[in-house]
């Protein structure tokens, strides 16, 4: 399979928990973005990176979350201090760059803060 | 970063044709114009992308007027499986800013 792999694909943590997701985006792709989606709301823009430098993150993003993406491959997502709002799915894209707009995403990890 | 705007919901039956228009008018001249699709519990998927007039491949159509202020995203002959929520994103992967902005997007209910 060469798609965007994420993992886990389920956690489920108690409230003050750190977690930590990792994104295996498709090979050579330079752009990699990770994404929050809550229950009927269209992805929510977190962060994203080209290559191994992180271009922006979303000013709704807390101090809590930081991201990484070493060496231009795969990359992390932590949350630190988890609240029970951080509770969603965590999407990641890798995308060419360039004029094609074409993103691939992953299936996501889905997120429980109990 | 231009904004889009979509109708929150649209429903239709099976066999039929479905178009869904989406606003962008201050669409800046680099802009491209790109369609997603996202169904239950997974991640969005691409369907089309276009710069201006007429774009066609395997699963829809995009129609995009000369001023490219909107554009219509057409699906032919809709199936059951077609139910999803269809995303437009407007904006140019050759600008560093490019976030991949989503918004609500619109709800295709597909009736037998």
């Known amino acids: 399979d060469t798609g965007v792999s994420q993992d886990p694909r389920h956690k489920i943590t108690k409230r003050g928990q750190n977690v930590t997701f990792r994104c295996d985006p498709i090979?050579?792709?330079?752009?990699l973005y990770w994404y929050r989606q809550t229950l009927g709301q269209g992805p929510e823009f977190l962060t994203y990176f080209q290559n191994e430098a992180q271009l922006e993150k979303s000013r709704l993003l807390s101090d809590r979350f930081s991201a990484e993406r070493p060496k231009g491959s795969f990359s992390t997502l932590e949350i630190q201090r988890t609240e029970q709002g951080d509770s969603a799915m965590y999407l990641c894209a890798s995308s060419k760059g360039g004029d094609n707009t074409e993103a691939f995403f992953g299936q996501g990890t889905r997120l429980t803060v109990v | 970063l231009a904004k889009t705007t979509q109708p929150i919901s649209m429903d239709s039956y099976e066999g039929q044709e479905v178009n869904i228009t989406c606003s962008h008018n201050?669409?800046?001249?680099?802009?491209?114009i790109t369609w997603y699709q996202q169904f239950p519990s997974q991640g969005p998927r691409f369907i089309i992308q276009g710069y201006k007039t007429k774009v066609t491949n395997e699963v829809a159509s995009l129609f995009i007027p000369a001023d490219r202020k909107s554009s219509t995203l057409s699906l032919p002959r809709v199936s059951l499986s077609d139910t999803a929520v269809y995303y437009c994103l407007v904006g140019s992967s050759g600008d560093s800013s490019y976030k991949l902005i989503f918004g609500s997007g619109t709800r295709l209910l597909v009736r037998p």
């Open positions: 201050n669409i800046a001249t680099n802009d491209y």
């Open positions: 090979s050579e792709h330079n752009r």
